[in-house]
T-cell receptor, first 109, second 116 residues
Framework: GQNIDQPTEMTATEGAIVQINCTYQ??????LFWYQQHAGEAPTFLSY????GLEEKGRFSSFLSRSKGYSYLLLKELQMKDSASYLC??????????FGGGTRVLVKP | DTAVSQTPKYLVTQMGNDKSIKCEQN?????MYWYKQDSKKFLKIMFS???????INETVPNRFSPKSPDKAHLNLHINSLELGDSAVYFC???????????????FGPGTRLTVL
């Protein structure tokens, strides 16, 4: 079976940094996605990693270690609007994405 | 302007009824998907179509039947609705790349289905 784990909830202060971890055990691996989902809205694409290492995109960075089955999403200079759920998803061959349960991030003033 | 649209946004119905959700994308993508997000926020793939052909069919009750009249539309028909079908259903689309590299999926706004 497929197993993708991420913490359920995290709280951080505006302006701080938060790191959301994702570990996976899947029958295949063809890349890892991070999506952001605000309450009541659709998920929106944040980042994609297929090779080991760090991908940086403005305030957001994503890291992947394939040998460890591990990824993290780093959110810097947190803003109130970053309060959302962050979904880790593994691409298992073709176009199929398997999602973790999501991490709800609450940013406090 | 909307990339992926779904109708209706909200659907409240009685157990046993049959209902449909419609999805349209104007991105010119070849691949479309249906996902179910339950109350615990797990997002699970149900079906995927590529150019009107079914390519992913997860373990979903056969009361759920997708239909793709053309590559811009993917509808979901649900027969004999049950309480457990209550969830948010998301449609998504993506464009496969020739080099098989990543293709991000664009999600619609979701349809919140409540079965009473």
């Amino acid at each position: 079976g497929q197993n993708i784990d991420q913490p359920t909830e995290m709280t951080a202060t505006e302006g701080a940094i938060v790191q959301i971890n994702c570990t996976y055990q899947t029958s295949g691996f063809n890349g890892l996605f991070w999506y952001q989902q605000h309450a009541g809205e659709a998920p929106t694409f944040l980042s994609y990693n297929v090779l080991d290492g760090l991908e940086e995109k403005g305030r957001f960075s994503s890291f992947l270690s394939r040998s460890k089955g591990y990824s993290y999403l780093l959110l810097k200079e947190l803003q109130m609007k970053d309060s959302a759920s962050y979904l880790c998803a593994v691409r298992i061959g073709g176009n199929k994405l398997t999602f973790g349960g999501g991490t709800r991030v609450l940013v406090k003033p | 302007d909307t990339a992926v649209s779904q109708t209706p946004k909200y659907l409240v119905t009685q157990m046993g009824n049959d209902k449909s959700i419609k999805c349209e994308q104007n991105l010119g993508h070849d691949t479309m998907y249906w996902y179910k997000q339950d109350s615990k926020k797990f997002l699970k793939i149900m079906f995927s179509y590529n150019n009107k052909e079914l390519i992913i069919n997860e373990t979903v009750p056969n009361r759920f039947s997708p239909k793709s009249p053309d590559k811009a539309h993917l509808n979901l028909h649900i027969n004999s609705l049950e309480l457990g079908d209550s969830a948010v259903y998301f449609c998504a689309s993506s464009q496969p790349r020739a080099d098989s590299s990543y293709n991000e999926q664009f999600f619609g706004p979701g349809t919140r289905l409540t079965v009473l």
